[in-house]
């Protein structure tokens, strides 16, 4: 299969990373950037760190480094200032460079270039995804699949009480891409509420017991160790969940397992402004009398069994070791 995804690479951006790098029938070929959780700098900086050091050969774009309209907000309380749960500075330079097409341009050449069979998965803000749009429509519902992590329904926000932050981020760029009649995947906080990794999961393994390293130099399982410790601190403190929401590697999930998912087909509009800014509805109908797609196929469930054995074989065992 496949897959390209476009990321704020930021904490559980990386461990989606990880997951499609472990994934055999995945070929990844690139990887965007785009400003979300840290500055697209800091994102394009770990995509890049990433993807060395598990020796994959995707190409990496940048992209944006701000939202369509909004101005930026990052959740670097969430991710630490370099994305990755450490202070700026505390990670290896990468050795390698992004390559200079824009990361719009990239996501319109690659599904031409094979068209049907490419996956797009996306975890952070949907900017990228819709200059891609604009500037190649075409391009865009070439791709076989569209994934996308995002938005809240029935699910309480967690950028503000309704809004989830990917969508937050950008709702422009948001109600462009759900609006746009493509075959989507969306994988709301109704589901990724639902995948958690728990602390003593990942403690399990032997090489997870060991302290986070202030300086993890170019150690994937010590820079992972590092950023899942400060994810699971931050939620522990913000809701006494010992764990972290597995959000974007889910939309992974989905890619690799056909059903993990459980979806309904509904049309989705975005709040833009106002209290309920970032909100994501089920619209009714007619408001998208003009598009041909179903709908959005939106998820509020998924096989949570599936999905740990995938990161148990994918994630924690190759890089953590055995139990
Ligand atoms: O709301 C969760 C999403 O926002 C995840 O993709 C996380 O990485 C952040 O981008
Ligand atoms: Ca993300």
């Given amino acids: 299969m496949k897959m390209v995804m476009d990321m704020d690479t930021g904490i559980d ?17 690139a990887i965007t950037s785009v400003a979300g959780n840290a500055p697209v700098d800091v994102c394009t900086r770990n995509c890049l760190l990433l993807n060395e050091l598990l020796g994959g050969d995707a190409v990496v774009a940048a992209g944006s480094d701000r939202p369509l309209v909004k101005s930026l907000l990052t959740a670097q309380e969430v991710h630490g200032a370099d994305g990755l749960g450490g202070h700026a500075g505390s990670l290896p330079a990468p050795a390698t ?13 690659l599904p031409m270039e094979h068209p049907g069979e490419v996956t797009l998965v996306t ?18 519902a070439a791709y076989a699949r569209i994934i996308i992590m995002g938005g809240a329904f029935d699910a309480p ?12 981020v950008d709702p422009e760029a948001a109600a462009l891409v759900l609006g746009s009649g493509l075959d989507i995947t969306l994988v709301p906080l109704d589901a ?16 997870a017991r060991g302290l ?11 820079i992972l160790h590092r950023a899942i410790d400060h994810y699971m601190d931050f939620q522990f403190d913000e809701s006494g969940l010992d764990g972290g929401y597995m959000h974007d590697p889910l ?7 056909p059903g993990i998912l459980e979806t309904h087909d509904m049309r989705v509009d975005v709040v833009g402004n106002g209290s309920d800014r970032g909100r994501t509805v089920r619209a009714p109908v007619q408001a998208h009398a003009a598009d041909q797609g179903r709908g959005v196929h939106v998820a509020f469930g998924h096989n949570d069994g599936a999905f ?13 070791g055995p139990r």
């Avoid at 939309?251 to 397992?257: E, G, R």
């Avoid at 740990?308 to 953590?320: D, H, S, W």
Wanted: aromatic letters at 4%.
């Fill in 13 to 29: 951006d990386a461990i989606a990373i990880v997951l499609a790098a472990g994934s055999p029938e995945v070929e990844l070929l």
């Fill in 97 to 109: 460079n992004a390559i200079d097409e824009p990361a719009f341009e990239l996501l319109t050449r």
């Fill in 123 to 140: 975890t952070g803000p949907l900017t990228n995804v819709a200059l891609a749009l604009r500037a190649d429509p075409d391009a865009v």
């Fill in 157 to 168: 926000g967690n950028t503000g009480t309704v809004a989830e932050f990917n969508i937050y």
């Fill in 192 to 207: 990724t509420t639902g995948a958690v990794l728990t602390r003593s999961a990942l403690t399990a393994h032997e090489r």
């Fill in 212 to 222: 986070p390293l202030e300086r993890p130099g170019r150690d994937v399982s010590a």
């Fill in 251 to 257: 939309a992974v999930a989905a890619a690799l397992v």
């Fill in 308 to 320: 740990i054995q995938l990161l148990e074989g994918r994630v924690l065992r190759p890089v953590f």
